[in-house]
């Protein structure tokens, strides 16, 4: 699978390649910026984006790149990574086109759930900790 993560934190960065190496032979391409992803989003296709909420420096920046994105391809499976859960947020992101929201920090649990794709386990994920909560639209 070939996975985009548009992630400003480099930590986080390092840390979700990690666990994708271990969840299998997963290719990975990394953006930290909105015009660095959809550079990257033009030039290659992705099975699948995560998409940090909080880029350039805006609280919502990472609903501005999924809302480019889907408008060049409603089809491309994409989600929302965030720190929070807040019901505002998490509607936007379900109303600019995202198929999951993801709570920071992610488990390799919750990432192998996501990876495969089904909404129904997405649905019931339940993480073992207040971190790590998938909601699957």
């Known amino acids: 699978m070939h996975v985009l993560l548009v992630e400003d934190n480099g930590i986080l960065t390092t840390l979700f390649g990690v666990q994708l ?6 290719t990975l391409t990394t953006a930290s910026t909105i015009p660095a992803a959809m550079a990257a989003f033009s ?9 940090d909420m909080g880029l350039d420096g805006l609280p919502d920046g990472g609903l501005k790149l999924l809302t480019q994105i889907k408008a060049q391809a409603p089809h491309q499976r994409a989600g929302v990574l ?39 386990a997405m649905r019931s994920y339940v993480s073992g900790i207040d971190e790590g909560r998938i909601i699957a639209f």
Do not use: C, W
Request: hydrophobic content about 45%.
């Open 21 to 26: 190496r271990q969840l299998g032979d997963h």
């Open 43 to 51: 030039q290659e296709i992705f099975d699948l984006i995560f998409i």
């Open 82 to 120: 965030s720190s929070n859960d807040l019901r505002e947020m998490v509607r936007l992101s379900q109303k600019a086109g995202a198929d999951f929201y993801m709570v920071k920090p992610f488990t390799l649990e919750g990432l192998a759930v996501v990876l495969g794709g089904d909404k129904e």
